[in-house]
C-alpha cells in the first residue's frame, strides 16, 4: 500500500555534476566570483561543491583524455528572472579579483548586451554555465527574422549566432559579408551597427588588425548623436567605439 509519504512530489532539486580538469584553478575561480566551496576533495578522486544564491556546482573527475581548450566539456543552464543583475554581480567580482572582466580563453565570462536574455560563464575545464532569463523566446529564427531583409537580417543573425550559438567567429563572418553584399542600400544607422560588431567581434578574435577598417568605415558615416545611442546598443562594449565615432559638428 503506497502512503502519503511514498508519493513522487514535485520539489526536486538538479545540481550539476561537471567534469573538473583543473581542481586548483576551478577552486581559485568560483572563489573569485564569489561562490562558497561547501565540499572540496582532492584524493583518492575530485569531487568539489560549490554554492552561490540560490543554485549549487558540483564537479567530479575528468576522462583522461578531456582537452578544456576544445569546451566539450559539459555544461548546465542556470534559470533567473533578471539576466542582466547576474551579469553585473559577476563582472564586478571579476574586476575586483582580477583586475579586469575576463573574456578571451579559459576562463571566462561573454559579453552581454543590452537587452539580451542570456551570457556564459566557461570555466577553467571548458564546461559552460548559460544564465538564461525565464522569460526568454521559445523560438529563435536562425539566420535572421523572415519578417526583415537586407543588412537589417544579417544583423539579427550575427546577434543569434553571438548570444545563443556563442559562435563569435560565425557572427563575425556573417557581418563581414554582410557588410560586403548588402551595406550598399542599407540605412546608415544599419551600417553603423554592423560596423560597431565587426570592431568589437574583430577585437575578442584577436583580429584587431582589422578594427582601422571597420573604425574608419565607421567614422565616414554621417552619423548623428540621436543616432548612437541605437548603435552603441547592438554591441556589448559600446567603449570600443569611442574612438571611431563621427563628428556631429
Not at 124 to 131: K, L, R, Y
Not at 188 to 199: F, H, K, N, R, S
Not at 209 to 230: C, I, K, M, N, S
Amino acid at each position: 500500500m503506497t502512503t502519503s509519504a511514498d508519493r513522487v512530489r514535485p520539489n526536486e532539486t538538479t545540481v550539476p555534476l561537471l567534469h573538473c580538469a583543473a581542481p586548483e584553478e576551478t577552486v581559485a575561480f568560483w572563489r573569485a566570483l564569489g561562490f562558497e566551496v561547501v565540499f572540496e576533495q582532492l584524493r583518492p578522486y575530485v569531487y568539489l561543491a560549490f554554492t552561490w544564491s540560490g543554485f549549487q556546482l558540483h564537479y567530479g573527475p575528468a576522462p583522461t583524455d578531456l582537452d578544456p581548450a576544445k569546451e566539450h566539456s559539459g555544461g548546465c543552464l542556470v534559470m533567473v528572472d533578471a539576466v542582466a543583475s547576474y551579469h553585473a554581480v559577476f563582472t564586478e567580482a571579476m574586476r575586483r579579483s582580477y583586475g579586469k572582466v575576463l573574456v578571451k580563453g579559459l576562463p571566462r565570462m561573454t559579453r552581454y548586451r543590452a537587452g539580451a536574455s542570456r551570457f556564459s560563464i566557461i570555466d577553467p575545464s571548458g564546461n559552460t554555465i548559460v544564465f538564461i532569463q525565464r522569460d526568454e523566446p521559445n523560438e529563435v529564427e536562425y539566420g535572421g527574422s523572415k519578417e526583415l531583409d537586407g543588412l537589417a537580417r544579417v544583423l539579427d543573425n550575427a546577434r543569434i549566432l553571438r548570444e545563443f550559438k556563442m559562435d563569435d567567429g560565425a557572427a563575425y563572418r556573417a557581418l563581414d559579408s554582410g557588410m560586403r553584399r548588402r551595406a550598399g542600400d542599407a540605412p546608415v544607422v544599419e551600417q553603423a551597427m554592423a560596423l560597431a560588431g565587426l570592431i568589437e567581434l574583430a577585437t575578442l578574435l584577436d583580429k584587431a588588425d582589422r578594427v582601422p577598417e571597420w573604425g574608419a568605415r565607421l567614422q565616414a558615416l554621417p552619423l548623428t548623436l540621436e543616432q548612437r545611442p541605437q548603435v552603441a546598443q547592438y554591441v556589448a562594449d559600446p567603449t570600443l567605439l569611442e574612438q571611431w565615432w563621427p563628428d556631429p559638428r
